[in-house]
């Protein structure tokens, strides 16, 4: 049995080392002919006469030409030459010299199809015997290379944009936002980058905290390292010291040889988002950690440095939450050197055209709709409501109606809103909204937002709306009477342009208003902050610095 099979096996191996010899001329011009019609480049091969002997598919599709009726045709009699061009055919020159011709730009004309080619073409001989026998020449149609080019280029940089980089998504270009104080804490935080000091952002829920932690990070020299997110308020506190410190084998039951957080953010950024959340003792070892720039493992002796940058992250007042117990007065201090505060998106409610721009380009991309703006009645209602969830809680009203709604829109409108979101904005004054429209004219202010699509192109998406003075909102109060020195002081007198610099005007009128919030509420700071809808420690701020 064993030597049947092993005299099959042999004849299989004969036929196969047999098969070799069996390849004609004509079965390996088979071959040849099917490789090169597969490649990408038009290929022409001429003989010693200059006629074509053999012209591939990319060729047929470029010239637009039968290959098959251009066989032993001369080359002059298949292509003519342009004005930017030589007299006679390139394949006689090589045919002639034998020297082959690099890559080198053309254009030509075929005959047959009345095309003008332009193409780079390399042009080689082929030598037998000391003598050229055949001329071939590779060719790429400029008009194909260069939308080829642009398809790369184009994939080439949507990946980019998409590729995390360290764990992250964001840099301060992912960053939307004109308001004056938005823009202010952008170059803030930017500075800040800068350093290697350790930061506490402060903003409310869905401002876009953990945006500026990714911002920062790479924006600094910690760039290069990992970026490493935790939520406190996730994770059970008696899970969050082993995964911030490490563990040993053996510490405790089922324990392993395990880093850190600090250990596996080394030579990058640990973002802590909501500390607050953090139990009070987890925030004393957080507090000696920063303190000391060492860590140890849970169950070990062995003190370990670490070279990692810590943000911190904060959604309520952090001098409240010192007050309620939630957060360490000395961690505060430790981290206060570096506060930023992310301002609500109630506070900067001229930035909401350009955000509905931004995700409106870019739920057309993902749902396939072409929807152009907000109606200008839906940016209204979007203008008063007070947006408690902030840009997260905008993105999401966006979306709901991309899917819901049906195809083919062009206006976006409180009917395609989801049935939950659509509630908010049916009647005024209620879910956050804010007080009915001002009836005067007077009172309500025009922005213009044309926000460039992300293609790039020159259309813009119309968002010319109107804005509500809305509790809080000093654009709708009638400028201050100015005196002699130019800023406010003399009541009754009707307003002239400020003659003291921008600055100083501004601060002037910054602290009017203040002395008089102060002075109506009795002194009262938190109530003059939610009034004035800033934090209570900005206006404590802005009472040392004007010396109210």
């Given at each position: 049995?064993?030597?049947?099979?092993?005299?099959?096996?042999?004849?299989?191996?004969?036929?196969?080392?047999?098969?070799?010899?069996?390849?004609?001329?004509?079965?390996?011009?088979?071959?040849?002919?099917?490789?090169?019609?597969?490649?990408?480049?038009?290929?022409?091969?001429?003989?010693?006469?200059?006629?074509?002997?053999?012209?591939?598919?990319?060729?047929?599709?470029?010239?637009?030409?039968?290959?098959?009726?251009?066989?032993?045709?001369?080359?002059?009699?298949?292509?003519?030459?342009?004005?930017?061009?030589?007299?006679?055919?390139?394949?006689?020159?090589?045919?002639?010299?034998?020297?082959?011709?690099?890559?080198?730009?053309?254009?030509?004309?075929?005959?047959?199809?009345?095309?003008?080619?332009?193409?780079?073409?390399?042009?080689?001989?082929?030598?037998?015997?000391?003598?050229?026998?055949?001329?071939?020449?590779?060719?790429?149609?400029?008009?194909?290379?260069?939308?080829?080019?642009?398809?790369?280029?184009?994939?080439?940089?949507?990946?980019?944009?998409?590729?995390?980089?360290?764990?992250?998504?964001?840099?301060?270009?992912?960053?939307?936002?004109?308001?004056?104080?938005?823009?202010?804490?952008?170059?803030?935080?930017?500075?800040?980058?800068?350093?290697?000091?350790?930061?506490?952002?402060?903003?409310?829920?869905?401002?876009?905290?953990?945006?500026?932690?990714?911002?920062?990070?790479?924006?600094?020299?910690?760039?290069?390292?990992?970026f490493i997110s935790v939520n406190c308020a996730a994770i059970p506190a008696t899970l969050l010291e082993s995964m911030f410190f490490g563990t040993v084998k053996g510490s405790y039951t089922g324990a392993n040889n395990m880093a850190g957080l600090f250990e596996q953010a080394e030579n990058g950024t640990l973002f802590l988002d909501e500390i607050n959340s953090m139990d009070i003792a987890l925030q004393a070892k957080l507090l000696?950690?920063?303190?000391?720039?060492?860590?140890?493992?849970?169950?070990?002796?062995?003190?370990?440095?670490?070279?990692?940058?810590?943000?911190?992250?904060?959604?309520?007042?952090?001098?409240?939450?010192?007050?309620?117990?939630?957060?360490?007065?000395?961690?505060?201090?430790?981290?206060?050197?570096?506060?930023?505060?992310?301002?609500?998106?109630?506070?900067?409610?001229?930035?909401?055209?350009?955000?509905?721009?931004?995700?409106?380009?870019?739920?057309?991309?993902?749902?396939?709709?072409?929807?152009?703006?907000?109606?200008?009645?839906?940016?209204?209602?979007?203008?008063?409501?007070?947006?408690?969830?902030?840009?997260?809680?905008?993105?999401?009203?966006?979306?709901?109606?991309?899917?819901?709604?049906?195809?083919?829109?062009?206006?976006?409108?409180?009917?395609?809103?989801?049935?939950?979101?659509?509630?908010?904005?049916?009647?005024?004054?209620?879910?956050?909204?804010?007080?009915?429209?001002?009836?005067?004219?007077?009172?309500?202010?025009?922005?213009?937002?044309?926000?460039?699509?992300?293609?790039?192109?020159?259309?813009?998406?119309?968002?010319?709306?109107?804005?509500?003075?809305?509790?809080?909102?000093?654009?709708?109060?009638?400028p201050p009477a100015h005196g002699p020195g130019g800023f406010p002081g003399s009541p009754g007198q009707s307003p002239e342009p400020p003659s003291l610099p921008l600055k100083e005007a501004m601060d002037a009128y910054e602290k009017s208003?203040?002395?008089?919030?102060?002075?109506?509420?009795?002194?009262?700071?938190?109530?003059?902050?939610?009034?004035?809808?800033?934090?209570?420690?900005?206006?404590?701020?802005?009472?040392?610095?004007?010396?109210?």
């Open positions: 049995m064993q030597n049947e099979t092993e005299a099959r096996d042999g004849e299989r191996e004969e036929g196969r080392a047999g098969s070799g010899a069996e390849y004609t001329p004509e079965m390996m011009n088979r071959i040849y002919e099917a490789v090169l019609n597969q490649v990408e480049e038009a290929v022409v091969i001429s003989d010693d006469e200059n006629k074509v002997i053999f012209i591939n598919r990319a060729a047929e599709v470029i010239e637009g030409v039968d290959a098959k009726k251009s066989l032993h045709k001369s080359m002059e009699e298949l292509y003519c030459p342009t004005e930017n061009t030589p007299k006679h055919s390139r394949h006689a020159i090589v045919l002639n010299t034998g020297i082959a011709a690099n890559e080198y730009f053309n254009q030509y004309v075929v005959k047959e199809s009345h095309k003008v080619l332009n193409v780079i073409e390399r042009m080689f001989p082929v030598n037998y015997k000391n003598r050229t026998v055949a001329v071939y020449s590779l060719i790429k149609n400029l008009p194909v290379m260069k939308k080829t080019m642009e398809q790369s280029l184009e994939l080439y940089t949507h990946f980019e944009e998409e590729k995390p980089r360290n764990g992250t998504k964001y840099t301060f270009s992912s960053i939307l936002g004109n308001d004056i104080n938005f823009v202010e804490a952008i170059s803030n935080a930017k500075h800040v980058a800068q350093n290697q000091t350790n930061v506490l952002i402060y903003g409310e829920t869905g401002t876009g905290k953990e945006l500026f932690a990714q911002s920062i990070h790479n924006y600094s020299v910690f760039q290069n390292g990992p000696k950690v920063i303190e000391n720039k060492t860590v140890r493992r849970i169950g070990s002796e062995k003190e370990l440095s670490i070279n990692c940058r810590i943000l911190c992250a904060l959604n309520e007042d952090p001098l409240e939450c010192i007050e309620n117990g939630k957060l360490r007065r000395d961690l505060y201090y430790r981290l206060s050197s570096c506060i930023l505060h992310i301002p609500p998106l109630r506070s900067r409610k001229s930035d909401i055209p350009l955000l509905c721009g931004c995700f409106i380009t870019r739920y057309n991309k993902e749902y396939g709709q072409h929807i152009r703006r907000v109606d200008s009645g839906l940016m209204e209602r979007f203008l008063r409501y007070q947006w408690p969830g902030n840009v997260r809680e905008l993105q999401h009203v966006v979306e709901s109606a991309y899917s819901v709604s049906e195809q083919n829109l062009d206006v976006l409108r409180l009917e395609h809103i989801s049935p939950y979101y659509r509630s908010f904005f049916a009647e005024p004054g209620i879910a956050g909204a804010a007080a009915p429209m001002a009836a005067d004219p007077a009172a309500r202010e025009t922005v213009d937002s044309p926000v460039s699509s992300a293609a790039g192109s020159a259309d813009t998406v119309d968002f010319t709306t109107k804005v509500s003075a809305a509790p809080g909102d000093f654009r709708a109060l009638p208003i203040l002395s008089a919030t102060l002075a109506r509420l009795g002194g009262n700071v938190s109530a003059a902050a939610r009034e004035l809808m800033i934090t209570r420690q900005a206006l404590q701020h802005k009472i040392k610095k004007y010396g109210l």
